[in-house]
């Protein structure tokens, strides 16, 4: 047994860990609360660490700082949803204690990490909820030292911090009634329980497997792919160019002398000297790229090796100043950024003049980066982005410290109609603050929701449901249940409406036909002829329909 963990173990866990959760991604994604087929948070989770594991293996140190600093980064990045959020901010504080230490850590160190781990996570949620992936950390942390004095061995360490998880699991529904309800634990639990599974099967040598957790309640390359053709290095975030020489060259004919230590060594030597290294190849030919203030020490690095062919070197400070004036001329003062899934919404927000739309929705959360990236490309100082599902809010809200020169404000919208709602109430004219002031106002006067199936029988919010049943639902409840789409949705509407709406619109999804939600408007029409009622090809997955009323 092992007493203590190296950085290259280290490594084996965060790579089991995430193995372990793709793995079993579809059993977490099946504990919805909802009984609809949307479920996302394995998916989340999942993506959330390919991406920080990406960027770990990006990394080529092996020193604990760098690998640590690499994980955070990359999980960060790929954060998607409240659950890949979370995990990001979980894998964030263990990284901050693992990342000071010289050799190896023990049983005690990694205790102060879970610690850390619990306390950062609650910090990145302003409102935390207890029977939710908190409170699995949070106990696992809060049980951790005292396991850490009893166990030095890491495997007996990780078994029984596992079981105090376990435990901390099966109670999530009784703190969280909504679990109860729908007789499932926490699926965000569900997915760190995972990690930590993968974890221990790193340090016990055991490969990752599909996980036996209670879930219910009680090739070659061109140059040109090496090199690649630099048009990513300059895009609308410019700032200023830390490093402004592209250097590009093959090292050809190397020395008798040459290892393939020394080409490690001269990967080392360039990432101290600049960014956006590339130095691969064998005995034979080495392929070198790399952005430096120095492509002469660069250059005379890769002699040590043998002779240099087909350098070239560019400078990329001017055509950053011609391109940094240009997009300071066009720069204007407020944009806007949609987050939804379906062409027909997607045509909808753009003749609402929002600037960008990206696919995401419930099946499918957009990471913290995604929305970064997107905001990044719109040429305003201030953009306004509309999450359109409670699950994209949190990382929307993380997106902000991953923008630059930019100002993210995020319109809480938790659906489409709301969005769109918000975008109509935008004004070029108005300021920031009135903008925003009215756009939130606007989300208030929209009630909406969606038609789609059961995936499994249940009882919920008073409906007795079975696998198949037509449900329609809000944001937090189920409101209507038939056999067909047609008079659940218009029970729907009926539990939706008030005396003080004035219009009806229906946003039909893929594989509902045009004459279909036509009929349905008419036959709605028909029960309140005070109405307007107006149907839209949305091309959304999942719902049959959304509805709005205002």
């Not at 790229?289 to 660069?298: K, L, R």
């Amino acid at each position: 047994m092992s007493k203590t963990v190296n950085s290259t173990e280290f490594r084996k866990m965060v790579i089991s860990g995430a193995r372990m959760l793709e793995i079993n991604r579809a059993k977490v994604d099946a504990l919805n609360v909802f009984p609809v087929p949307d479920g996302d948070t394995g998916t989340n989770m999942s993506l959330t660490l390919q991406s920080a594991v990406k960027e770990m293996n990006a990394c080529a140190s092996n020193r604990f700082q760098e690998i640590c600093d690499s994980v955070s980064k990359g999980a960060l990045k790929g954060a998607r949803g409240n659950s890949g959020v979370i995990s990001s901010q979980i894998f964030r504080g263990i990284c901050s204690v693992v990342r000071e230490t010289k050799d190896a850590f023990d049983t005690k160190t990694f205790a102060k990490a879970m610690e850390a781990g619990s306390k950062v996570a609650y910090g990145a949620v302003s409102i935390p909820k207890e029977g939710t992936i908190l409170t699995v950390v949070r106990l696992m942390a809060e049980s951790a030292s005292k396991l850490a004095s009893k166990h030095k061995d890491f495997v007996p360490f990780l078994t029984a911090l596992i079981e105090v998880g376990d435990e901390a699991l099966a109670k999530t529904p009784e703190l969280l009634p909504v679990l109860k309800k729908a007789g499932v634990v926490d699926s965000g639990g569900v997915g760190l329980m995972t990690i930590m599974r993968g974890f221990l099967a790193a340090l016990s040598g055991e490969e990752a497997e599909l996980s036996e957790i209670p879930t219910e309640a009680s090739d070659t390359k061109s140059d040109e792919d090496v090199f690649g053709d630099n048009s990513d290095i300059i895009n609308l975030d410019l700032g200023d160019i830390e490093f402004a020489y592209c250097t590009e060259f093959f090292v050809i004919n190397l020395k008798k002398m040459t290892t393939l230590a020394d080409i490690d060594r001269l990967k080392e030597k360039l990432m101290n000297i600049g960014d956006s290294v590339i130095c691969i190849g064998d005995l034979e030919l080495i392929k070198v790229h790399v952005h430096t203030n120095t492509p002469g020490v660069a250059l005379t690095y890769a002699l040590e090796l043998g002779e240099l062919d087909r350098i070239k070197i560019e400078n990329m400070l001017e055509e950053n100043r011609a391109l940094k004036a240009k997009l300071e001329a066009e720069k204007k003062e407020m944009g806007m950024l949609s987050i939804c899934a379906g062409k027909g919404l997607e045509e909808i927000f753009k003749d609402l003049m929002c600037d960008r739309v990206i696919e995401g929705g419930q099946t499918m959360n957009p990471s913290a980066q995604d929305i970064a990236d997107a905001v990044q490309k719109i040429n305003a100082s201030n953009v306004f982005v509309f999450p359109n599902n409670s699950n994209v809010i949190l990382a929307a809200e993380q997106a902000k410290g991953l923008v630059n020169n930019r100002t993210i404000h995020v319109i809480p919208t938790k659906n489409v109609p709301q969005g769109f709602a918000a975008a109509l109430a935008f004004n070029p004219e108005a300021s920031v603050p009135e903008n925003k002031t009215n756009m939130t106002h606007a989300i208030d006067n929209v009630a909406s929701g969606q038609v789609t199936y059961a995936v499994r029988e249940t009882t919920m919010n008073g409906f007795k449901l079975k696998e198949g049943d037509i449900i329609g639902l809000d944001n937090k409840r189920i409101l209507a249940k038939s056999d067909n789409i047609d008079d659940t949705t218009i029970k729907l509407v009926k539990a939706l409406k008030n005396d003080d709406h004035e219009m009806i619109t229906l946003y039909y999804g893929e594989g509902v036909k045009e004459e279909e939600a036509e009929a349905l408007a008419n036959k709605i029409a028909e029960q309140y002829p005070d109405c307007d009622v107006d149907f839209h090809f949305g091309g959304q997955p999942v719902y049959y329909y959304m509805v709005s009323l205002e």
